[in-house]
């Protein structure tokens, strides 16, 4: 696929890692095989950089599992209100850095360059484990489509390799997908 360059006069730069980052990540190409120790490991760095506490890492053994984890109605708030947290402050610090209009441009196209091919890597793993449920794929689609948006706010921002939307997005990277947390279990497919 070819991604268009990002040039705009201060923002580029910084997002040029960004998307090619987005082109070559192995979007779910490891959904559901078991986990590696280096998944597992850079999923307890993920929560740990999330401040939820002792949480564990737990898979979800494949899609139809990973179904039924991202509808429990059991999941985190604290998780969820975390990562929000995390966001609404890097937004607002990048809006002052380089004007909202600016900002939204960029932050645009990182969306649109992740959009397209996020959800077709997310039907392709998908149809390959048998699974056909357009909801399930455009959830996963749209998990990793916000995983590209955060790493793009945590690369303006100039975040530390540790920060949370950096190991998400590495988890993604890898071919996994970070479902939710839920009670003290981070569920990853």
Do not use: N
Request: net charge negative.
């Amino acid at each position: 696929m070819s991604v268009p360059p990002l040039r705009a006069a201060t923002i580029g730069p910084q997002l040029d890692d960004v998307i090619d980052a987005i082109a070559g990540a192995s979007w779910f190409a490891a959904a559901g095989e078991p986990l590696t120790m280096s998944d597992r490991d850079e999923a307890a760095r993920y929560v740990q950089a999330l401040r939820l506490g002792a949480v564990r890492v737990a898979a979800a053994r494949d899609w139809h599992d990973a179904a039924r984890v991202a509808q429990d109605a059991r999941w985190s708030r604290g998780w969820w209100d975390s990562e929000e947290q995390q966001r609404q402050a890097l937004m607002l610090d990048a809006e002052r850095a380089y004007g909202r209009h600016e900002l939204m441009t960029a932050l645009s196209t990182v969306m649109r360059t992740a959009g397209d091919l996020v959800h077709g890597k997310a039907a392709l793993a998908a149809a390959r484990a048998g699974v056909a449920e357009p909801a399930l794929i455009r959830a996963a689609a749209g998990a990793a489509s916000m995983a590209c948006h955060q790493l793009a706010l945590a690369a303006l921002d100039a975040a530390a390799q540790d920060h949370p939307f950096r190991l998400k997005f590495r988890l993604f990277a890898a071919g996994r997908w970070p479902l939710c947390v839920i009670e003290e279990s981070l569920y990853v497919l």
